[in-house]
Nanobody, 113 residues
């Protein structure tokens, strides 16, 4: 299974951005997103059960970020609203984002104050 995140960029605080993740070669039951800021540890962001669509979030993004998936397109999404400078990081889509044992190429999100 290959995963590749797209859609990162430079945004002002308060803005919105949507990340996409192209999934090929299959899917995993639990998928989602984690991020890693410069000099920091990996941090779970959001997860989704691929079959049911049930989502779960870290406290730091709950209410601002929304994970979703399109089964037909084999694509995972992360809608990010009310961005803050603390959201600056490389975002990765991953198998079981709380375990973080398999992920693809990330995409950089930079939020300016």
């Amino acid at each position: 299974v290959q995963l590749q995140a797209f859609g990162g960029g430079l945004m002002q605080a308060g803005g919105s951005l949507r990340l996409s993740c192209a999934v090929s070669g299959g899917t995993f039951n639990r998928m989602g997103w984690f991020r890693q800021a410069p000099g920091e540890e990996k941090e779970f962001v959001a997860g989704i059960n691929w079959l049911s669509g049930r989502t779960y979030y870290s406290d730091s993004v709950k209410g601002r970020f929304t994970a979703s998936r399109d089964n037909a397109k084999n694509t995972l999404y992360l809608q990010m609203n009310s961005l803050m400078s603390e959201d600056t990081a490389v975002y990765y889509c991953a198998r079981d984002p709380q375990v973080m044992d398999y992920w693809g190429k990330g995409t950089l999100v930079t939020v300016s104050r």
